[in-house]
T-cell receptor, first 111, second 115 residues
């Protein structure tokens, strides 16, 4: 069964304190891995898509990396406005367009 | 990125009534859309896959007679919660992608409260 596990469940950082969020996945062939940001009461906002091990993508203070078993979302020198829930999701080769989400990491950045 | 619009953003209804939620892809055609439900502080739970011109595919445990999905065109899918009860109160979100392997874009979500 396809599965996505994110850790930690919650993370509190001081402004400027860099860290990483983890997404471990088990799929019968990965078609794509996605990172989203979700603010309270809103739909998820797309951040990155990764397709193959070794791939990296960057956007402002965020960088996503991918291995054969997990993905990391690195956040460098975060600001309070980076506070949100970060969701990881995967699409398996066997599942057409269906996307399965992890439980998310609630990130809080203190000024 | 592509834009997906969901309406309404909030709705309060009486127990026993039905509520319709619309999901539109504004700048692209979506043969497939997805409907999710999200409980507080939890992740998105896929309810069903909506296919244009054919019946929706429901996930295990989701009542198809309670959550009616219609995908009448390449830009519009609707979710109707029939005979709503307080336990149906939740945050419902739709998404659409540009194709298999492509990222999905999400609507703003609909907060449903059944009183």
């Amino acid at each position: 069964e396809d599965q996505v596990t994110q850790s930690p469940e919650a993370l509190r950082l001081q402004e400027g304190e860099s860290s990483s969020l983890n997404c471990s996945y088990t799929v019968s062939g990965l078609r794509g891995l996605f990172w989203y940001r979700q603010d309270p009461g809103k739909g998820p906002e797309f951040l990155f898509t990764l397709y193959s091990a070794g791939e990296e993508k960057e956007k402002e203070r965020l960088k996503a990396t991918l291995t054969k078993k997990e993905s990391f979302l690195h956040i460098t020198a975060p600001k309070p406005e980076d506070s949100a829930t970060y969701l990881c999701a995967v699409q398996a080769l066997s599942s057409a367009s269906k996307i399965i989400f992890g439980s998310g990491t609630r990130l809080s950045i203190r000024p | 990125g592509a834009v997906v619009s969901q309406h309404p953003s909030r709705v309060i209804c009486k127990s026993g009534t039905s509520v319709k939620i619309e999901c539109r892809s504004l700048d692209f055609q979506a043969t497939t859309m997805f409907w999710y439900r999200q409980f507080p502080k939890q992740s998105l739970m896929l309810m069903a896959t909506s296919n244009e011109g054919s019946k929706a595919t429901y996930e295990q445990g989701v009542e198809k007679d309670k959550f009616l999905i219609n995908h009448a065109s390449l830009t519009l899918s609707t979710l109707t919660v029939t005979s709503a009860h307080p336990e149906d109160s939740s945050f419902y979100i739709c998404s659409a992608s540009l194709g298999t392997g492509a990222e999905a874009f999400f609507g703003q979500g609909t907060r449903l409260t059944v009183v």
